[in-house]
């Protein structure tokens, strides 16, 4: 499990979440454990001669693809995961462009999530966080380096967005006014505060789309429906 791990994190983003679920049945392994891994070595083995293509971006823009699955794993915390693509910054304009895949992760999520709505706000805070690392890493090649203390407008000179699925936690992010933005669980309520003040400051756009277009739905979970084509 361990060199699919590598593979999985370099080159061979559509076994993650499989082999993250997967390591989650180390402790307590049956039999059927080890066929599951047989076969995830398989398709690793078939994916692996899928190649990630790296188009040519005349404007760089950053879309982040967010989601999670509530209570999936066997411990009864929640996966989340995350697609980074390159693209046009016409995309925000809604115009069709090309993507290029250029970061991804899947993991349990820290805390064990109360709701649906609680997982959906660690996995877009991890994403936000990731966005922000590649956006400050593409503008030290775009522009140079910069001081540590302008990491804000550096980062906002990327233009991105974030994109989920989740109607009640995009509703609270881009509407709610209320205390911990109308959220029940307090502690998601703080950390849906910390997000929103993350995008402000950053000038990331928040989007929402409709399950069926959630690329990163193949982060989240291992099922013949969620695997990526």
């Not at 980074?84 to 995309?91: E, G, P, Q, R, Y």
Request: aromatic share 6%.
């Amino acid at each position: 499990l361990g060199q699919l791990q590598w593979l999985a994190s370099q080159a061979v983003p559509s076994i993650q979440a499989g082999l993250s679920l997967l390591m989650g049945h180390q402790v307590g392994a049956t039999v059927s454990t080890l066929l599951a891994a047989n076969k995830l070595a398989q398709r690793a083995r078939w994916d692996s001669q899928t190649p990630l293509r790296i188009h040519a971006h005349k404007e760089p823009c950053l879309v982040t693809f967010s989601d999670a699955s509530w209570m999936t794993r066997k411990s009864g915390h929640s996966q989340g995961g995350h697609l980074v693509f390159l693209t046009d910054a016409s995309i925000l304009r809604e115009r069709e462009c090309p993507l290029s895949l250029i970061s991804w992760n899947s993991s349990r999520l820290a805390r064990v999530a109360r709701s649906t709505s609680a997982a959906e706000v660690q996995a877009a805070a991890d994403a936000d966080d990731e966005a922000l690392y590649v956006r400050l890493a593409l503008y030290e090649i775009l522009f140079g380096p910069y001081p540590l203390a302008k990491w804000g407008p550096a980062a906002s000179a990327i233009p991105a967005a974030l994109v989920l699925d989740c109607r009640g936690v995009y509703d609270a992010l881009a509407r709610s006014e209320s205390a911990c933005l109308g959220l029940k669980d307090k502690k998601s309520g703080l950390e849906a505060l910390a997000l929103k003040q993350s995008l402000q400051e950053c000038h990331t756009s928040l989007r929402w789309c409709h399950s069926a277009a959630q690329l990163a739905d193949v982060m989240t979970k291992d099922t013949p429906d969620s695997r990526a084509p």
